[in-house]
């Protein structure tokens, strides 16, 4: 096993793997939290109201009970996601 350095994070690793659907999210506390989900099919579902539109993510549901599945969720005011929304996708994917 090749030794790491102590700043080594997972994180560094999922960033490089192409197509490598993972979540990060850093809490209050300042801890990561990493959810990575390797070569499995993941399910994403994408749910919106008047003033939220959250993001699912879930893997293993074809091979665990629901306690057991890695799942990101990411719940985000709606305002923000639209604001955001033609920054980040091309605009042949938006409509502008």
Do not use: W
Request: charged share 30%; with cysteine.
């Amino acid at each position: 096993m090749v030794p790491r350095h102590p700043l080594y994070n997972f994180a560094d690793d999922l960033l490089h793997e192409a197509a490598m659907p993972h979540a990060i999210i850093r809490g209050e506390n300042g801890r990561r939290h990493e959810v990575a989900f390797g070569d499995e099919s993941i399910r994403v579902e994408i749910h919106s109201s008047e003033e939220t539109v959250e993001i699912f993510i879930e893997a293993d549901f074809e091979t665990l009970l629901e306690e057991r599945r890695r799942f990101a969720i990411l719940n985000i005011p709606r305002h923000l996601f639209t604001k955001a929304r033609p920054i980040m996708l091309p605009s042949r994917i938006c409509g502008k």
